[in-house]
């Protein structure tokens, strides 16, 4: 999973307030996209610079500045410039590895929260989403370029579906922690359909491969708690913390999507139970193996135990030993021995050893 682990070693002994970006590098260059809207049209266009985001705008509309990759800190400043936004929170903007919350500088909310996806080869992908919301505008960073789950909400807003160009910046907001926490649950329905393959492959075949990925799905499915819990946490200050930039009727939708985040939770902690079993369940398979595979030695090395000591007797260099001057005591001590073999394996088979 990238971004699991992120160096923030180069920001140690810079002032609070440094811009810095901590995260994965990105190449290529930051894409700016705008839509202004209201009940009554809406103009969308590709920014150049983000210089071009600053122009006025409609007088009872929403603005909605959409900045794709973080790579470029100098975007960042400006528009903390031109919109008044704490150093603090520009510097938590360019740090990837924020925990998700929620803070309430009066004039706007600032809000972090993860986006999961799943990248190549299933793969859960993940990065940070932070969305600053005005009275009359809303600025939402993605950490990468390229990757974009905000595409269907744009459709809403091309089309006027639902209403969404009716309302203001606070339920545009709503819409993208919407769309965010609903890729949580095509995450989690893969998860379960991987959950539920390995359960009948250990029922099947328990070999050892198989630990890998129970282990990989393990740590997929912890990450999505971490990154579940705490943002169930800043829908909850949103739908009931009073806020004059969150109306009455915006609190209902955010109601309705903590309620999908604390069924999303459960869900997770029941995959969670699920894959610490089948990790415990795979254990025990390969020490049962193990122990079959001793017992089995124990048994073969039970029967060999008395044939070495009758060898042993007979291959001692002793003189007076009468039976060896009989021609059939070769052959007898043949018969002894398989008759030793044989009475042992048939007691093992009766006592259901074998």
Known sequence: MP???????HKAGLPPGTLVHIGEQQ????QLHLMDYDGEGLRERRLAAIEEAFVPRLAAGVTWIDID??????????LGEEFGIHPLVQEDILNATQRPKVEDHGSYLFIVAKMI????E???ETEQLSLVVGTSYVI???EKAGRDIFEPVRERLRHNRGGIRQYGADHL????????VDHYFVVLERLGDQVDGLEDALLDRPETDLLQAIQQVRREVLFIRQAAWPLREVVNHLYREASPLVAQET???LRDIYDHLVQMIDTIEISREIVVGLLDLHLFNLNNRMNEVMKILALFTSIFIPLTFIAGVYGMNFHHMPELDLPWAYPALWVVMIGVGVGMVLYFRRKKWL
């Open 3 to 9: 971004g699991h682990r992120r160096r923030k070693s």
């Open 251 to 253: 609190r209902l939708y």
């Open 27 to 30: 190449s290529g260059a930051v």
């Open 122 to 124: 299933q793969r859960i």
């Open 140 to 142: 939402s960073f993605q």
């Open 69 to 78: 990759g973080l790579q470029e800190v100098e975007v960042v400043r400006k």
């Open 117 to 120: 996806y799943s990248g190549e």
């Open 173 to 180: 907001a709503y819409a993208l922690l919407d769309t965010t």
